[in-house]
């Protein structure tokens, strides 16, 4: 066997997959190691894609290339938009996943792969040279040549499982946790942390009373996330909704002492915006009750998925905070909820192209930088798939600016302010959120893709015929009159809708128009105010961006930085004096100092 790779990807979760898709995309001899090839593509929490943010990401995956929308659009039985009663700007696509179609589709895409071979083994060592990556080391003792690896190892390294008292190692339920390559990562001299993600329980489809519940209903007709996708086919399936109330919450503030959480038993902080069940009642103490969203795993399964009921607590409790449940008097438990700790990467460790800074070649991405959820993951394991190959190649690092993805923002703000808890993304991290709505992630990023050549010939051609419509429809709502004004212009008092046009005008006027095309020119004629401004404030982001702080730079040297100041701009080496003006505790003063100082001394 020639052992010899351009590049190696350890993991094959969300964030893994995309690694290696676009690396082989781009020509790359691509291996992916991964524990178990039949759980590539696992949900190990909810069976879901996308929501408020983590939608966008989605779109801005599928807009450079990525796997994860078509996935979800080919394996999705409930999409619905999130926030639709607001502005586009924020507004969250999410699906429900059918969990064993969504990993199958993903395992049989990346087997189709030509230059991408995937190996079934464990990776205990990462092999260097001069502080370079040369290889890896699985754990039959074979080796992989490689000048540069991307590790994805999720929640596996030295995983350990909570329920009640009991503690198990593990990399989730069922899976053995991988318990050599922190120490090898440690050998490197990165620092280790470690964080904590919990799940709620599964229950058994026939044992809920649905009429106790109240059905949702997905959008009529779905709205897929994929440029490639024109219609969502598959059967569509409703979730259902009930709420916990005064005597759940009885259950586990008599109990605290036995919870992990609270009894000192789980040392690690867990999300504070996705808490545990037990936190929520804990933490609002006035609220007494709690959604629980009821979501079929798939069509094939008659596990249900309690979206909300997140928890550690011991089996008998879980059992009794259920059936306390409006319609799940009966429910049966068919796997028990449970947390995890595991090690991660303190992600100020990193670059922003995602390479960790004590060793060259070593790229990483998703849970274990740090993040939650599918979606952050995917996104980190595009960028870092992208930038082992700009690496192996000698090229330019891509990095995403803040105005440009939330993939951008995401991994802007984990290298530069680091993380204390599961890092989530959501709208309000976004401060360019008008610019970064979903419907614009093709025209913000797949000219990037292409020219990075990591672009199928299909979206590329889908992309040139949208710009086209885009620039034909606008010209169209400047050249059509309503109410004595031009249609554009008429659309920009924000009272006025598009439907009112539509039904106004003559049939054919915007007939030629995909109706996502017509969507977002409308959306970009409200926001147009919003939108200058924003341009204008990244404008100046830019300016800070184009100063570039050299590699070498001792913020000890500069005088008149504050001691605090310094450490940490020694640890997080800011790349620009943008990036710098975003670590926590860096003022605008501090910024116009090392200005002053890098002129002086250029
Ligand atoms: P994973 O999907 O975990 O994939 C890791 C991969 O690495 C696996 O394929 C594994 O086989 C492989 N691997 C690990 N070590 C090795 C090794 N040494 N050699 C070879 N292969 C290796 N997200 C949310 O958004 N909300 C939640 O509420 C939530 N709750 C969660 C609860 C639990 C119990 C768990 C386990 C996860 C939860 N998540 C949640 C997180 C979500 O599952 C992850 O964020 C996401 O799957 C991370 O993707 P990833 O690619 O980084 O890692």
Request: aromatic share 6%.
């Amino acid at each position: 066997m020639n052992n010899n790779y351009d590049i190696i990807v350890i993991g094959g979760g969300h964030a893994g997959i995309e690694a290696a898709c676009v690396a082989e995309r781009a020509g790359a001899k691509t291996a992916l190691i991964t524990l178990k090839i039949d759980k590539i593509g696992e949900m190990s929490c909810n069976p879901a894609i996308g929501g408020l943010a983590k939608g966008n990401i989605v779109c801005e995956i599928d807009a450079m290339g990525g796997l994860m929308g078509q996935a979800a659009d080919a394996t999705g039985i409930q999409f619905r938009i999130l926030n639709r009663s607001k502005g586009p700007a924020v507004w969250g696509y999410r699906c429900q996943s059918d969990k064993i179609q969504y990993a199958k589709f993903t395992q049989n895409f990346l087997k189709n792969l030509r230059n991408l071979h995937i190996i079934e083994a464990e990776a205990t060592e990462i092999l260097t040279e001069n502080n370079k990556i040369t290889g890896l080391k699985l754990a039959d003792g074979s080796l992989l040549n490689a000048p540069a690896i991307v590790l994805t190892s999720g929640t596996f390294l030295n995983g350990i499982i909570h329920v009640g008292k009991e503690q198990f190692p593990a990399g989730r339920l069922g899976e053995q946790p991988s318990k050599s390559l922190s120490s090898s990562l440690k050998q490197l001299g990165l620092e280790i942390g470690r964080l904590k993600t919990g799940t709620c329980p599964r229950l058994l489809k026939n044992s809920i009373d649905y009429d106790k519940c109240t059905p949702q209903p997905g959008d009529d007709p779905p709205i897929p996330f994929s440029m490639l996708t024109k219609k969502i086919d598959r059967q569509q399936t409703p979730c259902h909704i009930t709420e916990t109330n005064p005597e759940t919450h009885k259950i586990i503030r008599d109990n605290l002492d036995d919870l992990p959480l609270y009894s000192g038993q789980i040392k690690s902080t867990g999300p504070r915006y996705c808490p545990s069940i037990e936190v929520k009642i804990v933490r609002f103490k006035d609220r007494n009750k709690h959604q629980i969203y009821l979501e079929p795993e798939s069509l094939q399964s008659e596990w249900i998925y309690c979206n909300g009921l997140a928890t550690s607590i011991p089996k008998k409790l879980q059992e009794k905070m259920v059936h306390s449940i409006n319609g799940l008097e009966n429910a049966k438990i068919a796997q028990f909820g449970y947390a995890i700790e595991y090690d991660f990467i303190p992600p100020n460790q990193l670059n922003p192209d995602l390479q960790t800074k004590k060793i060259a070649g070593l790229f990483t991405a998703g849970q274990i930088n740090g993040t939650s959820g599918y979606e952050e993951a995917a996104g980190q394991g595009l960028l870092a798939g992208i930038n082992a190959i700009q690496y192996i190649k000698n090229k330019e690092p891509l990095v995403l600016a803040r105005d440009l993805a939330y993939i951008g923002v995401m991994i802007d703000d984990i290298v530069t302010k680091g993380i204390t808890e599961p890092y989530r993304m959501f709208t309000s991290r976004a401060e360019f959120r008008i610019s970064l709505r979903a419907d614009s992630a093709e025209r913000r990023l797949t000219t990037i893709a292409k020219k990075l050549d990591i672009i199928d010939d299909e979206r590329w051609s889908q992309h040139l015929k949208w710009e086209k419509q885009r620039k034909e429809f606008r010209e169209q709502l400047k050249k059509q009159k309503y109410q004595n004004t031009s249609a554009e212009h008429w659309l920009k008092n924000p009272q006025n809708n598009f439907d009112e046009l539509k039904e106004n005008l003559p049939q054919n006027a915007f007939a030629p128009f995909d109706e996502k095309i017509q969507s977002q020119i409308v959306a970009d004629i409200k926001y147009e105010g919003y939108l200058k401004k924003e341009t204008q404030a990244a404008k100046k982001l830019h300016q800070l961006d184009s100063v570039r702080i050299p590699e070498n730079c001792d913020f000890n040297e500069i005088p008149g930085l504050r001691r605090e100041c310094q450490e940490k701009l020694n640890q997080i080496k800011p790349k620009t004096l943008s990036q710098a003006s975003r670590i926590s505790g860096i003022t605008p003063a501090d910024i116009m100092v090392i200005m002053i100082n890098l002129k002086k001394s250029s």
